[in-house]
């Protein structure tokens, strides 16, 4: 099975820098995925991660460490826009099939 | 726009009934997956289909099946329905089997109120 911790709330102001991290237990490891979700809307997807390592896309980051079974999204340069919630996903093929699991999100707020 | 349709995307219906949605996946996606997300909970992982087969299940209630169509289209079926099958429904849509660098993309979903 899996299990997938992520805060639930973060506050950050506008032009900051904000770390969101996600810690994850799978028995059969594929990849690594954050989405962002707006309230009521479709969760678009932000990175991917499958290597140890940073991968940068613009203003974020996505760090995977597979040995420790976490991975963290940076947000930088912060904007209003970017308050929504940040969901990390894990590709498991633990149970014989492919699942992509989410956690519960972190709702992120960016204050002026 | 994901290329990832769903209708409706509204629906109210009373306990008891019966509703069905639809999902059609983005032109050259073999798989589709259902989620159900409730009030400020997460994505809850329901099943998936790979080119008209099963792949996976997750927490799936007997009450719900879904199929995937030859035209890979899908349809999500939820009988006996119960208040707190409200939620909102998405269906997402990948390339291939994940696990292979390619993300899914996700419709608007379908929110469901059960009165």
């Known amino acids: 099975g899996q299990n997938i911790d992520q805060p639930t709330e973060m506050t950050a102001t506008e032009g900051a820098i904000v770390q969101i991290n996600c810690t994850y237990q799978t028995s059969g490891f594929n990849g690594l995925f954050w989405y962002q979700q707006h309230a009521g809307e479709a969760p678009t997807f932000l990175s991917y991660n499958v290597l140890d390592g940073l991968e940068e896309k613009g203003r974020f980051s996505s760090f995977l460490s597979r040995s420790k079974g976490y991975s963290y999204l940076l947000l930088k340069e912060l904007q209003m826009k970017d308050s929504a919630s940040y969901l990390c996903a894990v590709y498991d093929s633990g149970a014989g099939s492919y699942q992509l699991t989410f956690g519960k999100g972190t709702k992120l707020s960016v204050i002026p | 726009d994901s290329g990832v349709t769903q209708t409706p995307k509204h629906l109210i219906t009373a306990t008891g009934q019966r509703v069905t949605l639809r999902c059609s996946p983005r032109s050259g996606d073999l798989s589709v997956y259902w989620y159900q997300q409730s009030l400020d909970q997460g994505l809850q992982f329901l099943i998936q289909y790979y080119n008209g087969e099963e792949r996976a299940k997750g927490n799936i209630l007997e009450r719900f099946s879904a199929q995937q169509f030859p035209d890979l289209h899908s349809e999500l079926n939820l009988s006996s329905l119960e208040l707190g099958d409200s939620a909102l429904y998405f269906c997402?849509?990948?390339?291939?089997?994940?696990?292979?660098?390619?993300?899914?993309?996700f419709g608007q979903g379908t929110r469901l109120t059960v009165v």
């Open positions: 997402a849509s990948s390339v291939d089997v994940m696990g292979k660098g390619t993300e899914a993309f």
